[in-house]
């Protein structure tokens, strides 16, 4: 099975700290996620990536950035950290075609404080 | 603009009744679409997926759906719900011509009632 590993589960940060979440993935996938979770409001896309070094903007980039240095890494981080980012964030990667769906990792819910 | 729309945000059943929950989809092309399913802090589990043939398809814990193109909907359904499907499920859509990105609905929680 593919896994997609999230290096935190709960992260406590201070506004205006630089914020890194890391994304791992095991199963030689191309494409990677970031999206975040609100209630009510389902998962937004913040960035996704089609290979190294690659990357593209979702619906909400505000705030946000991505590295992809490595395959099977891709790192979201917030150049500074505010309040309304407190949210739940799901990283996710599949194959090219998106044919088997997407492989989802346990999430990181991220408090600013 | 893409979009899905999952109407009921709540949704009570009682344990064995039958289960639907909907979906609505706008988008040009016939699309990939999904259903996924989260348990409380933990992260999206596949249910199933439709790209073509079959309207009617067949996913894990007993659960299927059906991509009805006219009504640009893909329902979820479940003949006999248990207590352990309660959880909130997600309907996404997957736009390929976007760079294999998925929209998703805002969700359903599901609540089973013994």
């Known amino acids: 099975d593919v896994k997609v590993t999230q290096s935190s589960r709960y992260l406590v940060k201070r506004t205006g700290e630089k914020v890194f979440l890391e994304c791992v993935q095991d199963?030689?996938?191309?494409?990677m996620f970031w999206y975040r979770q609100d209630p009510g409001l389902g998962l937004r896309l913040i960035y996704f990536?089609?290979?190294?070094?690659?990357?593209e903007k979702g619906d909400i980039p505000e705030g946000y950035s991505v590295s992809r240095e490595k395959k099977e890494r891709f790192s979201l981080i917030l150049e500074s950290a505010s309040t309304n980012q407190t949210s739940m964030y799901l990283c996710?990667?599949?194959?090219?075609?998106?044919?088997?769906?997407?492989?989802f990792g346990s999430g990181t819910r991220l408090t600013v404080v | 603009a893409q979009s899905v729309t999952q109407p009921d945000i709540h949704i009570t059943v009682s344990e064995g009744a039958s289960l639907e929950l909907r979906c609505n989809y706008s988008?040009?092309?016939?699309?990939?679409l999904f259903w996924y399913v989260q348990s409380p802090g933990q992260g999206l589990q596949l249910l199933l997926k439709?790209?073509?043939?079959?309207?009617l398809v067949q996913g894990i814990k007993g659960f299927e759906a059906e991509f009805k193109r006219s009504q640009s909907s893909f329902n979820l359904r479940k003949p006999s719900v248990h207590w352990s499907d309660a959880a909130e499920y997600f309907c996404?859509?997957?736009?390929?011509?976007?760079?294999?990105?998925?929209?998703f609905g805002a969700g359903t929680i599901l609540r089973v009632k013994s």
């Open positions: 996710a990667s599949s194959e090219p075609s998106g044919a088997g769906g997407y492989t």
């Open positions: 199963m030689d996938h191309e494409n």
């Open positions: 990536s089609y290979d190294v070094k690659m990357k």
């Open positions: 988008y040009g092309a016939t699309p990939y």
């Open positions: 439709y790209f073509s043939g079959d309207t």
């Open positions: 996404a859509v997957g736009l390929m011509e976007y760079g294999n990105k998925l929209v």
